[in-house]
Nanobody, 113 residues
Framework: QVQLVESGGGLVQPGGSLRLSCAAS????????MYWVRQAPGKGLEWVSE????????SYADSVKGRFTISRDDVKNTLYLQMNSLKSEDTAVYYC??????WGKGTLVTVSS
């Protein structure tokens, strides 16, 4: 069965960096476009970024453009999100998503001094 397991979240100060990982299993990872989605406390879901198969094309929400970088390793079946220059408004649970059907349980990122 499809499994998506996020890791790498935690508490970081404003201006800091974190790298999120999503370990995928149960499907042919390299064949699928993948997404990162986040949900801030008390708010709705927000699409953050996506990456096509082979990593050829990436897209970002305006709120994270220039600060976040999505990437994938099709040998390790892992999706990444490098987050730099973090702001308090980036505080959220971050989810790895396949096909808008399968979601991981998420990893919490808290940006606070």
């Amino acid at each position: 069965q499809v499994q998506l397991v996020e890791s790498g979240g935690g508490l970081v100060q404003p201006g800091g960096s974190l790298r999120l990982s999503c370990a995928a299993s149960g499907f042919t990872f390299s064949n699928y476009k993948m997404y990162w989605v986040r949900q801030a406390p008390g708010k709705g879901l927000e699409w953050v970024s996506e990456i096509t198969t082979g990593g050829g094309t990436t897209s970002y929400a305006d709120s994270v453009k220039g600060r976040f970088t999505i990437s994938r390793d099709d040998v390790k079946n892992t999706l990444y999100l490098q987050m730099n220059s973090l702001k308090s408004e980036d505080t959220a649970v971050y989810y790895c998503v396949k096909s808008w059907e399968y979601w991981g349980k998420g990893t919490l990122v808290t940006v606070s001094s």
